[in-house]
Structures are given as structure tokens and as C-alpha cells.
């Protein structure tokens, strides 16, 4: 299983990016797929997720609104768009998949993108 965060970058409040996380190893069309986030001196938190097919999404309150989780399974690919960002959302951000093998539940990981919002 392999997922590798992209996208990440400085910009200035109110800005906009957009992350992807490109995922193999495993079948990406039947997992539910999440993106998280771990700011400095903060544990990691749940951002938003989003349903094997996409038909469904949920979303930490504080990024209602502004961000949108969607994917393509065509690419294996699901992605966090971003906008009227704040120095708040400033954190690594994580893409995430549970993967059951043999009745046990395994937790995976990228290696993370860096947003920074900053003036």
C-alpha cells in the first residue's frame, strides 16, 4: 500500500491549493478515503472524507464550506481542494486509508504535504 501526498505549498490567506493523493497496492474504488492534518504542537486531526464511490462526504466543521473532498477512481486518486484559506489551516496534511487484510484492520498513511498560510 502506498499513498504519496502532492500539492502542498505557502500562500497567503484567502488563497487556494489544491492536494492529491495518488494511492496503489490496494483497491482504491472500494475504500473509503480521508484526508487529515497535524499543525505544530497539535495532534493530528480528521479533515474530511469521502466514500468509495463518492457519494458521500463529511467534513470537520471548521473547513465546511471551504474545502472539498472528491476523488477519481479512474486515477486512484483522491483530492482536498482548499479555499479562502487561513494561517489556522496551517499543518502537514495527511492522506489515509484502513486496509482489512485477514480480519485485522491496518492503518496507512503518506508521508504528508506542508501548507502554510501566511501573509
Known amino acids: 500500500v502506498q499513498l504519496v501526498e502532492s500539492g502542498g505549498e505557502s500562500v497567503q490567506p484567502g488563497g487556494s491549493l489544491r492536494l492529491s493523493c495518488a494511492a496503489s497496492?490496494?483497491?482504491?474504488?472500494?475504500?473509503?478515503m480521508s484526508w487529515h492534518r497535524q499543525a505544530p504542537g497539535k495532534e493530528r486531526e480528521w479533515v474530511a472524507s469521502?466514500?468509495?464511490?463518492?457519494?458521500?462526504?463529511n467534513y470537520q466543521h471548521s473547513v465546511k464550506g471551504r474545502f472539498t473532498i472528491s476523488r477519481d477512481n479512474a486515477k486512484n486518486t483522491v483530492y482536498l481542494q482548499m479555499n479562502s484559506l487561513k494561517p489556522d489551516d496551517t499543518a502537514v496534511y495527511y492522506c489515509?486509508?484502513?486496509?482489512?487484510?485477514?480480519?485485522?484492520?491496518?492503518?496507512?498513511w503518506g508521508q504528508g504535504t506542508q501548507v502554510t498560510v501566511s501573509s
Open positions: 497496492g490496494f483497491d482504491f474504488s472500494r475504500k473509503d
Open positions: 489515509y486509508a484502513q486496509i482489512w487484510r485477514n480480519g485485522v484492520p491496518y492503518d496507512h
Open positions: 469521502i466514500t468509495s464511490t463518492g457519494g458521500m462526504t
